[in-house]
């Protein structure tokens, strides 16, 4: 718990340093609002931000896979234990999901400079936010929202097809467990949702989604990171 902490904290200080050094606008006066970035990574790097002013014990169940964490709860008993979590991370939700929009994610990390280990202040965290977001689509659908379910779910699987195409070994497998996550949840509210006509295009999303990783990929990226350091 006290390494998780760390790791929270040294993200908040990143972030934090990112902010500071920011350039400002040179027009004296300028009040336009910047456009929103088109990098995931700023974003989820922002979730990270608000997911750390969850206490503590409200996120003991993003400790581990959320099927270990319900077992044969029934719909009562999941939505009364997730609800309060749902509504302190909020923030944290709905910043997740603008990173998920995004096609592109890059944390920016210089691995030939700092090494492969220097990507692991990020990878735990995400893994708890993916599960956090992924409670949010559990929500909806217990609360018969059915169609923002199924979008709430893609991002999350979204959300771990990114965390998969960074270079480091870690980064992919803990964004293939965040791919199991979604896909879990995925298949669990198809056996659940009366409207065949949405599971349809939730099939057809999954055929047509980009997230084809492979274990060979994963040996490659790691593979040229070593070859460059």
């Not at 964004?175 to 939730?202: P, S, V």
Request: glycine fraction near 6%.
């Amino acid at each position: 718990m006290r390494k998780l902490e760390r790791l929270t904290c040294g993200l908040m200080l990143l972030c934090l340093f990112g902010v500071l050094v920011m350039p400002t606008s040179s027009a004296k006066g300028d009040t336009t609002p910047p456009e929103p970035s088109t990098n995931a990574a700023s974003h989820y790097c922002r979730a990270l931000l608000l997911l750390g002013t969850v206490p503590t014990e409200s996120r003991q169940m993003l400790s581990k896979p959320l099927f270990e964490v319900f077992g044969d709860s029934s719909k009562e008993e999941i939505n009364a234990a997730i609800s309060p979590l749902i509504f302190q991370g909020r923030h944290a939700i709905r910043a997740a999901l603008h990173g998920c929009e995004q096609d592109v994610c890059q944390f920016g990390i210089d691995y030939c400079d700092a090494g492969q280990g220097s990507a692991a202040y990020h990878a735990p965290l995400m893994l708890e936010l993916n599960r956090l977001v992924t409670l949010a689509g559990v929500q909806q659908a217990i609360e018969g929202n059915q169609q923002q379910a199924m979008t709430i779910f893609m991002a999350a699987l979204n959300m771990g097809q990114h965390m998969a195409d960074e270079p480091t070994l870690i980064e992919d497998l803990i964004g293939i467990e965040m791919m199991e996550n979604a896909y879990y949840m995925l298949a669990l509210w198809g056996t659940r949702c009366d409207d065949q006509k949405l599971i349809k295009t939730a099939f057809e999303e999954l055929q047509n989604s980009k997230c084809k990783l492979t274990p060979g990929d994963m040996m490659l990226a790691e593979a040229s990171i070593l070859n460059q350091q």
